[in-house]
């Protein structure tokens, strides 16, 4: 798997952190203050914070997820959740194919590439080196205030920065994140790209059943 490959999965799995240990039944008491908290973060912060917040935890908990293959998935899954506008996303993946589609065939279509991409990636976020610095660069408003763009980069010893991009869009919920860009590879264009000849012969219920069953795999930029 490329260092690409491994840093859109990191890049994501930060992108969704908003708890160290989210997976874990003793914090559940604290996830309403926590959110609440993130409301009120610019979105460079919540970039910043949930970057060292998913690198600390991945380097703690990496002994634990190593033995429980499920901790690491319930922990990927419950931040992917809190962070990330799936089904926002999904729309933009979907592009032409997702016009008139109805809310129930997105979903099922998000869900199933969510799910599909924590199965096939999660694990590779152990082999990651998480002895890592991120810096914010810049926060620029995107076009037609459709969101802003946050700027990043994961810093590491003995090589060249790695550039990560977020963009973010505000809900009812405060700011999500609805794509990540490394080293100026869209997650949406790769999918978007990557399942256009399978949307055009297929509908979109049947692309996310094959997706769900393993007949299909989202797959990364090489």
Do not use: C
């Amino acid at each position: 798997m490329t260092t690409k490959t491994l840093t859109l999965s990191l890049a994501i799995a930060a992108a969704f952190a908003t708890t160290l240990g989210a997976a874990a039944p003793i914090l559940a008491q604290a996830q309403a203050p926590a959110a609440s908290a993130a409301k009120q973060q610019t979105p460079s912060q919540l970039v910043l914070n949930n970057s060292q917040r998913v690198l600390t935890a991945l380097e703690k908990r990496r002994p634990e997820f190593r033995k429980d293959r499920g901790a690491l998935q319930a922990f990927i899954k419950s931040e992917f959740d809190a962070m990330f506008d799936r089904e926002y996303a999904a729309r933009l993946v979907l592009g032409r194919h997702g016009r008139g589609a109805s809310a129930e065939d997105v979903k099922l279509f998000s869900d199933a590439l969510a799910d599909n991409l924590m199965d096939r990636y999660g694990s590779s976020l152990l082999d990651f080196n998480t002895q890592l610095r991120v810096r914010v660069k810049s926060e620029t408003a995107l076009e037609r205030g459709l969101g802003v763009r946050v700027s990043s980069e994961f810093l590491r010893q003995g090589g060249e920065p790695i550039p990560v991009d977020y963009l973010m869009r505000r809900s009812g919920q405060g700011w999500k994140v609805f794509d990540v860009m490394v080293e100026g590879v869209s997650y949406v264009q790769t999918f978007r790209k990557q399942f256009d000849a399978e949307l055009q012969r297929k509908s979109i219920r049947q692309v996310a059943t094959e997706l769900r069953g393993g007949r299909l795999q989202a797959g990364t930029a090489q």
